[in-house]
């Protein structure tokens, strides 16, 4: 995944983005390359960002 795929302030739910990180890691077997290192953190930051939005959503 490049940082171009994630433009800023796209809205993906928490649920949407963890499924993506999940089939990432089975993708990968468990061992992630540098460059999938770099796809994981991307999506780790977009996951809090959407939990932050739910959670002040829900508030």
Known sequence: MSP???T?????SA???NEQIRALWIR????LSA???AEY???VVEWAAAVRDEV???A
Not at 8 to 12: A, D, I, L, M, Y
Not at 28 to 31: A, D, I, L, T
């Open 4 to 6: 171009n795929s994630l």
């Open 8 to 12: 800023p302030g796209s809205v993906r």
């Open 15 to 17: 649920a949407a983005v």
């Open 28 to 31: 990968s077997g468990g061992m």
């Open 35 to 37: 460059q999938e290192r």
């Open 41 to 43: 953190e991307l999506l």
């Open 56 to 58: 002040i959503e829900a």
